[in-house]
């Protein structure tokens, strides 16, 4: 059985744009992505640690815990052993209280995965592979999240390249969302049930590939890397 472990925010937890309701786990990308790696035969079982408003290192003002690295060593801790981690986090880093680029960002998605690779996992036990997932790019904010995230669409230009660069100073897998999903045109910022069912499918094929190395010792990196680029 592999376990994986998505660390994440309110587009991974599910939230329906425009409203305070959440999908459900089998319409959720993370329950997708385990359905259909159960389907094709790879035992997967998917932890959600996925929370609203999470940035990747920065701390909200307004709402505690937010902050993405705290905590995150404790997180690994308690769901090890894994084999593989997959963190999507950057939106809400575009909030106005944070005065973000998208280089802050791929920065603060650094300092987590120095936090992550730090868990104090037990003796034998390994540090898992991470697989970092951008966010798609933010459209105009509308509805109840707008003056949270005014001119965010602005300044999260350039996110997939910020964070292309961080996960090959960290040795990982990355996977842009944006190439295969949109957010919502209610909203700007979360995903669409349908683009939940893309998005999921689109990462279980990265992930299937990224789990057989696992076994064999060759490099994730590199096959997930091939099948991004099919």
């Given amino acids: 059985m592999k376990q994986i472990l998505v660390y994440a925010d309110s587009l991974s937890w599910g939230i329906v744009p425009g409203t305070r309701q959440r999908l459900t786990f089998n319409a959720r990308w993370p329950g997708v992505m385990e359905n259909t790696l159960r389907m094709r035969g790879v035992a997967a079982r998917v932890f959600e640690n996925c929370l609203n408003g999470r940035t990747t290192a920065w701390d909200d003002p307004f709402k ?52 992550l690779r730090r868990a104090p996992v037990e003796p034998g036990m390994p540090v898992p592979p991470v697989l970092i997932v951008v966010p798609p790019a933010i459209r105009v904010p509308d509805g109840p999240v707008m003056p949270k995230f005014l001119g965010s669409e602005g300044r999260c230009v350039g996110l997939a390249d910020a964070y292309g660069d961080i996960a090959r100073l960290h040795d990982c897998m990355i996977f842009d969302a944006g190439t295969v999903t949109t957010t919502s045109h209610r909203d700007g910022i979360h995903l669409d049930a349908d683009q939940h069912a893309v998005l999921g499918k689109a990462i279980a094929d990265i992930v299937q590939v990224a789990l057989q190395p696992l076994q064999s010792g060759e490099s994730a990196l590199d096959e997930a890397e091939d099948i991004r680029r099919r």
């Fill in 64 to 115: 505690p815990g937010r902050n993405g690295i705290v905590g995150i060593e404790q997180v690994i801790e308690m769901h090890s052993p894994l084999d593989l981690v997959i963190v999507m986090l950057g939106t809400n880093d575009f909030q106005m209280v944070h005065d973000n680029t998208a280089r802050h960002s791929a920065e603060g998605i650094g300092a987590l995965i120095d936090a």
